[in-house]
């Protein structure tokens, strides 16, 4: 019989979005995945506490284990106090089980646990000088230390917060391997392995470049999150030989190949003058099955539904291949996708995309994968869609003939009323338009709406 307990970043998105820029984004997602290491937690622990492997490894969680409870409360306390130095801002909780036969037992009891309000909560530490000249990068709390804001080394030294400052020290540069953050590292040696042609992968560093990459100066942010992973949770707890760990490298695997596959989707075309590969596309999360990152608008659909598609298919065969028969309806993804201009607050454009992917997963109930939009420059903060996966497999040809229509067609139909739009659909004898419209004025439109960048770079 064994004590587990569970400690967690919470609202870790909210967290993430303090700072306005890329940079200090991209460094706390590192510093998130450094703090919460194996192996760096395991050097804290004392004699009669282990990692709990069994958990699955995931960014922001540290998983414990211990035969003695008296012995596991004051290493939660220890990790807890250790992740507050590293990263001062982030909300973090703990929870530890009674006693258990197995990690599934008291990941069950420990959720329930958490619903009653039963874990240790450690709030980001409230300033307690409020006349203090603010943070010049997140203007949250007081300045403590200075740093750089830019890779420039003219670029003078800032008054800047504790965990912007960590931030910061973790961001590295996204175009130099050797500084680049883990994400960026991960996604670089997984696409790596899969082209097998010795070429070199080149990111961009920053949205000015990866806009640059699609010959406009607009960006694809899509959030993506799977649908009904509890479903194999459940599954799994009631086949034998099986565990968490088991699921957690099955979602990892899912994520890794629907990840790359889609990323081949949009990668340019093979240029035997060059030995790098410019991949244009800037990964900013990358854990289990949640999935944030940009690329240039005109390929941010064509990843999108490759990615959904893809999981989807890898997750139903590895359940198949493992004899896991969830019930209902079989997990999936679904995405919220964000089209705006490079210079638009990345902090207001997460915020979107995690809202276009709550409504996404809403309207599906679990039913399947589905893709809500927002396009900043077009329509402000107007949710479009969502779209399912089905949907999106029968039409796409028509959608990809519909890009094809010239611009000021296509502006002419977005901007038609209603009681006008049929007409004017047959008075320009656009066969795509004519198709999509036949299954509803709303259907029409929201194709437009996801063609508008397509053939922009």
């Not at 190949?257 to 035997?272: C, E, K, M, N």
């Not at 396009?375 to 969502?386: E, K, N, R």
Request: charge should be negative.
């Amino acid at each position: 019989m064994t004590y587990y307990a569970d400690i967690a970043a919470v609202r870790i998105q909210s967290w993430l979005a303090r700072t306005p820029k890329l940079k200090g984004r991209r460094g706390a997602s590192s510093l998130l995945r450094d703090a919460t290491d194996a192996d760096a937690i395991a050097a804290l622990l004392p004699a009669g506490v282990d990692i709990n492997h069994s958990a699955g490894n995931v960014d922001g969680v540290v998983n414990l284990q211990s035969q003695d409870r008296s012995a596991l409360v004051p290493a939660c306390e220890a990790v807890l106090s250790r992740l507050r130095q590293q990263i001062p801002a982030v909300e973090l909780q703990g929870i530890v089980s009674s006693n258990a036969d197995d990690y599934f037992s008291a990941y069950r009891e420990m959720h329930v646990a958490l619903a009653r309000g039963e874990a240790i909560q450690w709030p980001p530490v409230v300033p307690d000088i409020p006349l203090a000249e603010p943070c010049t990068y997140c203007s949250i709390d007081p300045g403590v230390t200075r740093r750089s804001l830019s890779v420039e080394p003219a670029d003078k030294d800032r008054l800047v917060c504790a965990d912007c400052a960590a931030r910061l020290d973790a961001a590295g540069r996204q175009a130099d391997q050797r500084q680049a953050p883990d994400v960026t590292r991960r996604v670089g040696l997984w696409l790596g392995e899969a082209l097998d042609d010795g070429a070199d992968l080149g990111f961009p560093d920053d949205f000015a470049e990866l806009a640059a990459l699609g010959g406009d100066t607009h960006i694809a942010t899509i959030y993506i999150d799977g649908n009904r992973i509890g479903a194999l949770f459940d599954a799994i707890a009631n086949s034998s030989g099986r565990s968490k760990k088991d699921l957690a490298e099955g979602i990892d695997a899912a994520t890794r190949i629907a990840l790359i596959g889609a990323l081949r989707s949009v990668l340019p075309p093979d240029d035997s003058q060059s030995n790098t590969v410019h991949v244009p596309a800037i990964a900013h999360l990358v854990g289990g099955d949640d999935v944030l990152l940009s690329l240039p608008a005109p390929q941010g659909w064509q990843f999108t539904r490759s990615f959904i598609d893809a999981f989807a298919a890898s997750l139903a065969e590895w359940a198949h291949t493992n004899g896991m028969t969830p019930s209902g309806s079989p997990p999936s993804a679904s995405a919220g996708l964000v089209i705006h201009h490079k210079n638009h607050p990345f902090a207001l454009v997460v915020d979107e995309a995690a809202r276009a992917l709550g409504q996404a997963k809403a309207a599906m109930r679990g039913r399947e994968g589905a893709i809500a939009w927002v396009d900043v420059s077009a329509t402000g903060s107007q949710i479009h869609g969502p779209r399912s996966s089905t949907w999106l497999a029968e039409n796409w040809e028509a959608l990809q003939e519909l890009a094809r229509v010239k611009p000021a067609q296509r502006y002419r139909l977005a901007t038609t009323d209603d009681a006008a739009l049929r007409d004017q659909v047959y008075r320009m004898d656009l066969a795509a338009a004519k198709n999509l419209l036949r299954q509803g004025t709303g259907d029409l439109r929201d194709s437009l709406s996801i063609v508008r960048w397509w053939n922009r770079g």
